[in-house]
């Protein structure tokens, strides 16, 4: 299942899940339901069951999907990937009919996200999946569901072919608005003609200049309205305007695309640059540590960081922010935004002024996600809280930006909109990804983190 942010994909599987309630109609078929959110806030209530589970099926999804036993009680310190892992084996071990899954990729390495692959194929029943990451929706799907401004539009193949079939789809509609447009100019053009047309007849009829003892020219004029001809220019405006309109109606139902793109019109303050990190040692957990070199970032260089998940790409960020300790506006957006942080976020929205909240809109729009829509729901999607973070964020105009896993929870038009607009971003900016054409597409340096030895990890400088 696929659609841009907010378009009510989670919502459906949480409404199949019974975690939502509908307001109408109703849902049968769905008694052995499990659903395995997108968020990795907060750890499964049946972790702890299932890790002290030592059946042959419970072993056999721990390896599947390379569950450690130490991970049970360390959900705080885990990687988002790992707790994802945790997540699923969870939900694997369910025993379920149906087993729903949204976007399962999320903040997994290329590593993992095979071992999902092939613990997610492994599954007997029937399976809804709701993801971004197109490689796994070919892998995965028989059948493709995409919802686009409210509509479902259901294909009975995989992923990439559906894809086509719906381009294809959009490609005639486009044809059909252009033929309806020529359409409505020749009406608009007629409805014109026959109003001149209605006002002659109307002088024609009247008695008004008419001489008081002209007899003659008031009987025709009577044997006219008694015939109705001074009726019938009228009905034919009448139907031209109801063809107009029934025309005009058909044309609003066609797929609503939001223009897309950012750019950047802020001044970058060049004189808080380079920012340098000295070579240093520090400690990741109790019996871990990561090592690297003297570190440094200028103005415009984008600088993408990659490693496997739980190398401690995130805590160096964290470290890194702290140490660096950057004078001027920048902006950070973590890998994962909690509940509270998003409530915060959408009080801080509302108290903006009327060109701050103008100026958030058109962001948020050339993001892909109706502005007004999404402001006003009151369950955001975790891609919309991110979108919102974002425009938020660009209104500050930063001089640093520096973003964890951007792509997570985000819809594909809304990832190639990002990327253009920080491709042209003036400033320096620092990113977290496991999106391989993201960090290609981005990155003109690359911090990559690798394992060295037992228990010790490194950054290595690719430029």
Same mark, same amino acid.
């Given at each position: 299942?696929?659609?841009?942010?907010?378009?009510?994909?989670?919502?459906?599987?949480?409404?199949?899940?019974?975690?939502?309630?509908?307001?109408?109609?109703?849902?049968?078929?769905?008694?052995?339901?499990?659903?395995?959110?997108?968020?990795?806030?907060?750890?499964?209530?049946?972790?702890?069951?299932?890790?002290?589970?030592?059946?042959?099926?419970?072993?056999?999804?721990?390896?599947?999907?390379?569950?450690?036993?130490?991970?049970?009680?360390?959900?705080?310190?885990?990687?988002?990937?790992?707790?994802?892992?945790?997540?699923?084996?969870?939900?694997?071990?369910?025993?379920?009919?149906?087993?729903?899954?949204?976007?399962?990729?999320?903040?997994?390495?290329?590593?993992?996200?095979?071992?999902?692959?092939?613990?997610?194929?492994?599954?007997?029943?029937?399976?809804?999946?709701?993801?971004?990451?197109?490689?796994?929706?070919?892998?995965?799907?028989?059948?493709?569901?995409?919802?686009?401004?409210?509509?479902?539009?259901?294909?009975?193949?995989?992923?990439? +072919?559906?894809?086509?079939?719906?381009? *294809? &789809?959009?490609?005639? #509609? $486009?044809?059909?608005?252009?033929?309806? !447009?020529? =359409?409505?100019?020749?009406?608009?053009?007629?409805?014109?003609?026959?109003?001149?047309?209605?006002?002659?007849?109307?002088?024609?009829?009247?008695?008004?200049?008419?001489?008081?003892?002209?007899?003659?020219?008031?009987?025709?004029?009577?044997?006219?309205?008694?015939?109705?001809?001074?009726?019938?220019?009228?009905?034919? +405006?009448?139907?031209?305007?109801?063809? *107009? &309109?029934?025309?005009? #109606? $058909?044309?609003?139902?066609?797929?609503? !695309?939001? =223009?897309?793109?950012?750019?950047?019109?802020?001044?970058?303050?060049?004189?808080?640059?380079?920012?340098?990190?000295?070579?240093?040692?520090?400690?990741?957990?109790?019996?871990?540590?990561?090592?690297?070199?003297?570190?440094?970032?200028?103005?415009?260089?984008?600088?993408?960081?990659?490693?496997?998940?739980?190398?401690?790409?995130?805590?160096?960020?964290?470290?890194?922010?702290?140490?660096?300790?950057?004078?001027?506006?920048?902006?950070?957006?973590?890998?994962?935004?909690?509940?509270?942080?998003?409530?915060?976020?959408?009080?801080?929205?509302?108290?903006?002024?009327?060109?701050?909240?103008?100026?958030?809109?058109?962001?948020?729009?050339?993001?892909?996600?109706?502005?007004?829509?999404?402001?006003?729901?009151?369950?955001?999607?975790?891609?919309?809280?991110?979108?919102?973070?974002?425009?938020?964020?660009?209104?500050?105009?930063?001089?640093?930006?520096?973003?964890?896993?951007?792509?997570?929870?985000?819809?594909?038009?809304?990832?190639?909109?990002?990327?253009?607009?920080?491709?042209?971003?003036?400033?320096?900016?620092?990113?977290?990804?496991?999106?391989?054409?993201?960090?290609?597409?981005?990155?003109?340096?690359?911090?990559?983190?690798?394992?060295?030895?037992?228990?010790?990890?490194?950054?290595?400088?690719?430029?």
């Amino acid at each position: 299942m696929t659609g841009v942010n907010g378009s009510g994909k989670s919502t459906l599987l949480k409404l199949i899940s019974k975690e939502l309630l509908s307001e109408k109609g109703m849902i049968t078929g769905n008694e052995l339901v499990v659903y395995c959110s997108q968020s990795t806030e907060f750890e499964p209530p049946e972790l702890e069951e299932f890790m002290y589970t030592y059946t042959k099926e419970a072993f056999k999804i721990r390896d599947l999907l390379k569950v450690q036993d130490s991970w049970l009680g360390a959900w705080d310190v885990l990687s988002h990937g790992e707790r994802k892992r945790l997540q699923l084996a969870v939900a694997l071990a369910s025993n379920s009919d149906v087993l729903m899954v949204d976007e399962p990729t999320n903040h997994l390495d290329a590593q993992s996200q095979s071992i999902v692959s092939q613990a997610l194929k492994s599954y007997k029943g029937i399976g809804i999946l709701v993801s971004h990451d197109r490689v796994l929706l070919d892998e995965l799907s028989e059948q493709t569901i995409m919802i686009k401004s409210g509509e479902l539009f259901k294909y009975r193949t995989k992923f990439s +072919l559906a894809t086509e079939a719906y381009e *294809q &789809r959009v490609s005639h #509609e $486009k044809k059909q608005v252009n033929e309806q !447009e020529h =359409e409505m100019k020749k009406l608009g053009r007629l409805i014109e003609s026959q109003r001149e047309q209605v006002a002659l007849s109307k002088k024609r009829f009247s008695k008004k200049n008419v001489g008081k003892f002209d007899s003659s020219l008031k009987e025709k004029i009577n044997g006219a309205i008694l015939t109705g001809k001074d009726k019938n220019d009228g009905k034919n +405006l009448q139907r031209t305007q109801t063809k *107009q &309109r029934q025309l005009s #109606e $058909k044309m609003g139902k066609v797929t609503k !695309e939001y =223009e897309t793109g950012i750019s950047f019109e802020g001044i970058i303050a060049k004189h808080h640059f380079p920012i340098a990190l000295e070579s240093s040692t520090i400690s990741l957990f109790e019996t871990t540590i990561l090592r690297f070199p003297r570190l440094s970032i200028d103005v415009g260089e984008k600088v993408g960081i990659s490693g496997e998940n739980g190398v401690g790409k995130s805590s160096f960020i964290n470290y890194f922010i702290k140490k660096t300790n950057f004078e001027h506006e920048y902006l950070y957006i973590p890998q994962e935004i909690t509940d509270s942080e998003a409530a915060q976020l959408f009080k801080n929205i509302s108290e903006l002024n009327s060109k701050e909240k103008g100026e958030l809109f058109t962001l948020i729009q050339r993001l892909g996600s109706d502005a007004k829509a999404l402001l006003s729901s009151t369950v955001p999607s975790p891609g919309e809280v991110r979108k919102l973070l974002i425009a938020q964020g660009l209104l500050k105009q930063p001089s640093l930006i520096i973003l964890d896993e951007p792509t997570n929870h985000m819809d594909l038009d809304s990832i190639e909109s990002l990327e253009s607009a920080l491709a042209e971003y003036g400033g320096a900016l620092v990113f977290i990804t496991h999106d391989k054409a993201f960090l290609q597409n981005l990155s003109t340096k690359r911090w990559v983190f690798e394992k060295s030895e037992k228990e010790c990890y490194t950054i290595e400088e690719i430029l």
